[in-house]
C-alpha cells in the first residue's frame, strides 16, 4: 500500500493527487487539497531559493501522528501528505495536504487541522537563500496560535 | 553509545551533524548529556540548553528531565518552519 506521509525532493501532481484522493465512485463527497508554495520572501525578485533540512525518519513518524489525531477527531477517508525538501525556487511547490471524506466540512477542518499541526510540530528546517546573504526562517508565533485554537475544538463526536 | 543529532541552525554553529558519546549512567539525562556535551565540543555552551531549542529521543519529544538509555538517539533541534 502507498504510503499516506512521503518526504521527498521530487515535485508532486496536484491532478495525480486528485485523482488518488477522489477513489472509487461510492462514499466521497468532498476533496480538500492544499498546496504550499515557495513565496518571493523579499517582494523584490532577489530570492534565489528555499533549502529545506529535516530529521529524516521522525519528519514522517510525527506527520503520521497528526494525520492519526485528524482520523480521530474527523469522519476521514483517505488522507494524503507530501512534503518537499532540498532546494526548492520561488514558485516551485513545498506541501500539500489532501483529505477526502463524505462531506465538506470534516474535509475542510481537517486538511487546515493538519497543515497547522504539521507547521509547529514536523522537524523541517527552511533557510532562505538570496543574492547576497543566507538565514534560517524564524518560527513565528502565529503559526503556534493557528495550532493552539484546535486544543478545545469539537471532536468527531460533538459536531455530528 | 549514545548517537546525538544536531539540526538546521544548531548544526551549522556546532559545525556538525552528530556526535556518539559512550554511555554513561550516572549522567544519563537531557541535562547531563548536555553537560558532557559542552566540555567536549566547542560552541555547545549556552545552544543546547536554550529555551527554544527542543530535544527528541528517539523521535519523540522529550523534556530536559528525560531519562536516557543506552542506544538512544538523542537530537537537538530549533523550532519548526516548514509547512
Redesign the interface.
Known amino acids: 500500500m502507498r504510503a499516506e506521509v512521503e518526504v521527498r525532493e521530487a515535485d508532486f501532481s496536484v491532478h495525480e493527487e486528485y485523482a488518488r484522493l477522489r477513489g472509487e465512485p461510492g462514499g466521497t463527497g468532498a476533496c480538500v487539497l492544499f498546496t504550499g508554495l515557495v513565496r518571493d520572501w523579499t517582494g523584490a525578485g532577489s530570492a534565489l531559493a528555499l533549502e529545506l533540512e529535516h530529521y529524516p525518519g521522525m519528519t514522517e513518524s510525527s506527520i503520521a501522528a497528526i494525520v492519526d489525531e485528524a482520523r480521530a477527531r474527523w469522519r476521514l477517508g483517505a488522507v494524503r501528505v507530501i512534503h518537499r525538501v532540498g532546494r526548492l525556487a520561488p514558485g516551485e511547490q513545498i506541501v500539500l495536504v489532501g483529505v477526502s471524506s463524505a462531506h465538506r466540512g470534516d474535509a475542510f477542518a481537517a486538511c487546515e487541522f493538519i497543515m497547522d499541526y504539521l507547521k509547529t510540530r514536523a522537524p523541517i528546517w527552511k533557510k532562505e537563500i538570496g543574492a547576497a546573504d543566507a538565514r534560517w526562517v524564524e518560527s513565528r508565533g502565529s503559526d503556534a496560535h493557528a495550532a493552539e485554537r484546535w486544543r478545545d475544538s469539537k471532536t468527531k463526536e460533538e459536531t455530528t | 553509545m549514545l548517537r546525538v543529532?544536531f539540526?538546521?541552525?544548531i548544526?551549522e554553529r556546532l559545525g556538525r551533524r552528530e556526535a556518539a558519546l559512550a554511555f554513561d549512567a550516572a549522567g544519563a539525562t537531557i541535562t547531563g548529556l548536555v553537560a558532557r556535551l559542552e566540555s567536549e565540543l566547542p560552541g555547545c555552551s549556552g545552544v543546547l540548553l536554550a529555551e527554544k531549542t527542543?530535544v527528541?529521543v528517539n523521535?519523540e519529544v522529550v523534556t530536559r528531565a528525560q531519562a536516557l538509555r543506552d542506544g538512544d538517539e538523542v537530537?537537538f533541534?530549533?523550532?519548526?518552519?516548514?509547512?
Do not use: H, K, W
Open positions: 543529532l539540526f538546521a541552525s548544526r527542543i527528541a523521535r537530537a533541534y530549533p523550532p519548526v518552519t516548514g509547512g
